[in-house]
């Protein structure tokens, strides 16, 4: 029998604006899944039940003045544990952060509140978002819903299996080099990375700055279409910020659009060590595609095999860098010490995790003297050249398409001690972070084991409309997005 919890925020938005549902119930629904599923599951790290019903109360009683802020107000949402805000916690996962609330709040999340968006937690991470599968996290571990045994993918693995597990109707996250789309396609939901500078990052807590972006979780494209538009636009505290027009990107999933040229990277669908199911799964959509009238023309990104280890250093660099501010003296974790050296070095020492000392001390290496040119600049350049590879390959296309990750969810533990083979899960994500460009994965089928398979589409700088509009046109034909894990 269906459950409130089991609607999209596009369809709860009309049974509550119509009286057929309060927000209060709507709110209670999801809670009430939370606790019957996340203990299994581990989800959310931290839950506000007597907060969100109170908030969902004062929206029940705007709407009854007909105050109503948004289509979307008193309805829930989970938010990634790497967001700020004075009402709740912030600690990235870690150990070095916990209990810590900061004294303003994220513009994403002051967006998210305008509309009168109901937060009803955060969501577990990989520590300081670094991790594919949410198995770094300091604070508890978070199961794949499709099989308890197997990770959700990272870094946002918590906000994925929330929704994917029915305990939050969408969700948001943050995509530093796959951290959306690689738990979206594991977990079977949507997951959209946007432009970098297309939505605000301040009050993200950094990772590394010139490759975070926040974006949706959902069950739909219709859903993340509509969250997107609620974060996204211009703010003059981010410097990266795009001074660009939000345009409706809810009205740009009307249909596909005409004589659309959907670009097949030969070197992204010919990677050594992808998964056969997945490349049979992402063919399939492809064919899909086709059938509604679009047109597939052979590119090539011939310096994507270089991807993994420039994003690593990059990422490791900018991570060294950001998280210096973490010293046990003005906030967080600190250790008893005698001397102040021995204070700043225990702090880390016991606050950091290990994948988080790794890549500092990596980052370290390549920003020191007599490395910086050989590694960090080197990688710079070879970035460019990855940037002028997708230049290139939208001059015959419109979207690109690809796998989102080039297996399926692994087993719980099976990587954590080979930091390498976790890097590579990825391969068909970073790059598009190095670019600066959009992302969608959407679900495109099943292995045969079961476990969901996710297809990417990457689309040109701040044309999300039309990767959603393409995300839309599958979604149309293919019902893989209505499945339900058995919990």
Not at 35 to 46: L, M, N, T
Not at 72 to 88: M, N, Q
Request: glycine share 10%; charged share 25%; aromatic share 8%.
């Amino acid at each position: 029998m269906s459950t409130l919890a089991d609607r999209t925020l596009c369809e709860l938005a009309p049974l509550v604006a119509g009286g057929k549902a309060s927000c209060r119930e709507v709110v209670q629904a999801f809670l009430d899944r939370s606790a019957e599923v996340d203990a299994r599951v581990g989800a959310f790290v931290s839950l506000r039940r007597e907060e969100a019903l109170r908030e969902a109360d004062e929206a029940d009683r705007a709407r009854a003045r007909g105050e109503a802020r948004s289509p979307w107000h008193g309805l829930p949402l989970a938010v990634k544990d790497i967001l700020v805000s004075p009402d709740f916690d912030t600690s990235c996962g870690s150990r070095i952060l916990r209990g810590f609330r900061a004294p303003y709040e994220s513009s994403v999340l002051r967006h998210v509140r305008d509309a009168g968006l109901v937060v009803v937690g955060t969501t577990n991470m990989d520590e300081f978002a670094m991790g594919s599968s949410c198995e770094n996290s300091a604070l508890r571990q978070t199961a794949n819903p499709w099989d308890l045994t197997r990770v959700p993918g990272g870094s946002s693995g918590g906000s994925a299996a929330a929704v994917a597990a029915r305990e939050a109707p969408v969700a948001l996250g943050s995509d530093t080099g796959g951290s959306i789309r690689q738990p979206a396609a594991l977990c079977g939901v949507v997951g959209l990375k946007p432009t970098y500078g297309r939505v605000s990052r301040y009050g993200l807590v950094a990772f590394a700055s010139s490759l975070d972006q926040v974006g949706p979780f959902a069950r739909t494209v219709e859903d993340a279409a509509t969250l997107l538009g609620v974060i996204a636009g211009h703010d003059p505290r981010d410097s990266t910020s795009v001074g660009q027009e939000v345009p409706d990107y809810v009205a740009a999933l009307a249909g596909l659009p005409d004589g659309l040229r959907v670009g097949i990277p030969r070197e992204f669908l010919a990677e050594e060590g992808a998964d056969p199911e997945v490349l049979e799964r992402v063919h399939a959509a492809i064919r899909v595609l086709e059938a509604r009238g679009a047109k597939t023309v052979e590119v090539s990104l011939p310096h994507s095999p270089y991807g993994i280890a420039t994003y690593y250093l990059i990422c490791m660099a900018e991570a060294s860098s950001n998280l210096s501010r973490y010293d046990g003296v003005k906030y967080g974790f600190r250790s008893e010490a005698p001397t102040l050296d021995e204070m700043y070095r225990s702090s880390r020492s016991e606050g950091f995790g290990p994948e988080v000392k790794r890549r500092i001390l990596l980052g370290t290496f390549v920003l020191s003297a007599g490395y910086y040119d050989a590694y960090y600049r080197k990688a710079q350049q070879v970035r460019t050249l990855i940037r002028h590879d997708f230049e290139s390959a939208f001059e015959s296309c419109d979207v690109l398409a690809t796998p989102t990750s080039p297996g399926p969810a692994w087993p719980l533990g099976e990587r954590v001690d080979d930091p390498l083979k976790m890097y590579l899960s990825d391969i068909f994500t970073v790059t598009v972070n190095l670019a600066g460009l959009p992302g969608l994965s959407v679900p495109c089928g099943f292995t045969g084991a079961g476990l969901p398979v996710g297809l990417q589409l990457i689309g040109r700088p701040l044309d999300e409309a039309t990767l959603l509009a393409v995300g839309q046109a599958y979604q149309r034909e293919t019902d893989w997005h209505t499945a339900v894990p058995e919990l």
